[in-house]
């Protein structure tokens, strides 16, 4: 009954929406942080710290493998990154990244860890005109 009376009168939750996911705590980042694989670990320490990732904002998962790939041979880290599937299987698990289907091509964008997409109509639409003018890749 305490604790009844405590979530019913006592605790605000007002801005409650169970159509929300939890909030992240330090925990739970913690959990995630231990529970990757090395080449899950270096694909998002890369695109955290890496010049190649700091000024752009969408990138197809060939890029993201390349410069993840150029990021461990910088920092001599021994890593055997996976291809360009299994990146993009693990990308729409990772709350850095954000899908973005266009013609033909999946291209990912930084998350702001709100749910929205900070690329622009004006950065997917000069990203998909490099995709057309290059050779066919895997995404």
């Known amino acids: 009954r305490h604790v009844a009376y405590h979530l019913l ?6 801005d409650f929406d169970a159509g929300e996911p939890p909030p992240v705590t330090a ?4 959990i995630q942080h231990y529970s990757m694989t090395n080449w899950e670990e270096l694909v ?10 700091r000024n752009r904002t969408v990138f197809t998962s060939k890029e993201i493998v390349d410069t993840a790939a150029l990021y461990a ?3 001599q880290m021994s890593v055997k990154l996976p291809g360009n599937k299994l ?4 990308l729409r698990t ?12 999946m291209i990912w964008t930084r998350n702001n860890l709100e749910g929205r997409i900070l690329a622009t ?3 997917i639409r000069a990203h998909e005109v ?10």
Do not use: N
């Open 9 to 14: 009168h006592e605790v605000d939750l007002s």
């Open 27 to 30: 925990f739970l980042q913690e």
């Open 44 to 53: 998002v320490t890369s695109f955290r710290e890496s010049e190649a990732f």
């Open 73 to 75: 041979g910088e920092h």
């Open 87 to 90: 990146i993009a299987r693990y």
């Open 94 to 105: 990772c709350p850095e990244f954000i899908a973005i289907r266009t013609r033909g091509s």
């Open 121 to 123: 109509k004006g950065h």
């Open 130 to 139: 490099l995709l057309a003018e290059m050779p066919a890749q895997e995404d």
